[in-house]
């Protein structure tokens, strides 16, 4: 995943977290548990709309500005990551694994 643009990063990220939270039966958890959820998946489709608009800028000053925007929701989905997990949907593994590919993104979006 090293070689990987950021854009093709967070699409396997999404994947994976995805299937992991399609194993999920939202309507065991609680109404916030629920409201998290819904939220991370969201967020994380828009992580990765911004991280294609941060690949597809036409010139470095807009490619700054939404990179900006695109760490700023991938700090977003990590703390989405660390409250799920206090749900018991991620291990601390699981978290380990997926905050480090989130920080390997994120350093990857300059």
Do not use: C
């Amino acid at each position: 995943m090293t070689n990987d643009s950021p854009f093709l990063a967070i699409k396997w990220l999404e994947t994976q977290l995805s299937g992991t939270l399609s194993a999920i039966d939202i309507y065991a958890l609680q109404a916030q548990e629920r409201k998290n959820i819904a939220l991370l998946k969201r967020e994380l489709t828009d992580a990765r709309l911004d991280i294609r608009d941060y690949e597809l800028s036409e010139t470095r000053a807009e490619q700054l500005q939404k990179a900006k925007v695109a760490k700023k929701r991938l700090e977003h989905v990590r703390r989405l990551i660390l409250t799920a997990s206090e749900y018991n949907v991620f291990s601390a593994i699981d978290v380990a694994q997926l905050t480090a590919q989130l920080d390997q993104i994120s350093e990857n979006v300059r």
